[in-house]
Every structure is written in C-alpha cells, then in structure tokens.
C-alpha cells in the first residue's frame, strides 16, 4: 500500500463547477499536510497547508480528516486556469521526510 | 532570481556514465531535499540536508547515488555508472526550518 494515495483522474469538469479531491494517508504519525499544484513539466509549487480546523484560500477549501487519515481540496468556481495536477503531501514526524501522492489530473474546459 | 535555482535543466548521457546535478537554494534556506520524479507520479523523496549533514538517505538511492552539501549551501547530486530506469526529472526544494518547500524547475535525465 503506498503511504499517500489519491485518485489519479482525469477529471474533466466545465468552467463555473465544483470539483473535490481526495487523498489517503497510512501513518497515523504524520504532521503536515499540504497541496502542491504542478503543470505539465513544471515545478510543484505550494498551493496551500492543511490545517485541523480546515481552511480557505479564495476558491479553494482544504479539510483534514485525522480520525480516518484523509486530507480533502475542494475547488468552487472552476477556472481553465486551474488544470494541473494537485498533488497531496504528506511530511512525517521529525518534519523532514515528505511524502508526495501521485496526483490528481483536473482539466477545465470552456 | 532569488529563487532555487538547478543546472543543468537537461542532461543526456549513455548508460555507464556518471553525471553530476547542483542545486542552489534560497540563500538563507538552511535544508534541502532532492525527490527524483518520473512520468505520471508524484516526486519520490532521494534525500535531506540540514546545514551540510545530511540527515536523511531514502532506500530508493542506491550506492551509484551520492549527495553532498559542503559548505551548506549549494549541493550536488552524483549518480554513476548511470542505468537506462535513471531517467527522470530530478528536483530540488529548499525550505527554512517546518516552513513550505519551494522547489527548482529540476533536471530532466535521458540515459540512452
């Protein structure tokens, strides 16, 4: 079992829609939690941290879900420019060893 | 540019030879972390600086793989005697200490 699992899609969706993602986790240990967004042959970069509480950025709501090791982003108002890959991150104790999930496929079309 | 910055941006080789990525951190990013990522998968974490210790080796790197960070700023990534399932995209991140990783736009590898 890899230790951070999420839906690789694609996930086709129209501009305007709501679309949520999903990621498993399998150590109970982990810390941190984030999503990276990554474009085709491009870096990954921060797209925003998971707190316990859940939080939002604009458009973008992320939930941790500890009890049952799932960490959730959810995106209102799709825009074309938000096809890429989301890719789930996981860092373990000790705040070092970071996990990264395989990625979710999102494409918008117009 | 005060980002993380990698060179070469493309690398290829034959089989059997030995090839050597650098990376430069954000200058006041005290760790470092190489992740090698292949097609259709999330990066795979190699391994960890802190300062000039590396503190972290993942089981992926085998011995043709060596890091190295000496004065705790810049490090290099060797891999020798190269095989053909060593071509991927090798990235770089830096970070200050619990804060985010802001990754380099990586080496790409073709080993023919």
């Known amino acids: 079992r890899k230790e951070v699992e999420q839906d690789p899609g694609p996930f086709n969706v129209p501009e305007g829609a709501t679309v949520a993602f999903n990621c498993t986790y399998s150590n109970s240990a982990s810390q941190s939690f984030f999503w990276y967004r990554q474009d085709c042959r491009k870096e990954p970069k921060l797209l925003m941290s998971?707190?316990?509480s859940g939080n939002e950025d604009g458009r973008f709501t992320a939930q941790l879900n500890r009890a049952s090791q799932y960490i959730s982003l959810l995106i209102r108002d799709s825009k074309l420019s938000d096809s890429a890959t989301y890719l789930c991150v996981v860092r373990n104790t000790g705040g070092f060893k970071t996990i990264f999930g395989a990625g979710t496929r999102l494409f918008v079309k117009a | 540019d005060t980002g993380v910055s990698q060179d070469p941006r493309h690398k290829i080789t034959k089989r059997g030879q030995n090839v050597t990525f650098r990376c430069d951190p954000i200058s006041e990013h005290n760790r470092l972390y190489w992740y090698r990522q292949t097609l259709g998968q999330g990066p795979e974490f190699l391994t960890y600086f802190q300062n000039e210790a590396q503190l972290e080796k993942s089981r992926l790197l085998s011995d043709r793989f060596s890091a190295e960070r000496p004065k705790g700023s810049f490090s290099t990534l060797e891999i020798q005697r190269t095989e053909q399932g060593d071509s991927a995209m090798y990235l770089c991140?830096?970070?200050?200490?619990?804060?985010?990783?802001?990754f380099g736009p990586g080496t790409r590898l073709t080993v023919l």
């Open positions: 998971v707190y316990s």
């Open positions: 991140a830096s970070s200050s200490q619990g804060r985010e990783q802001f």
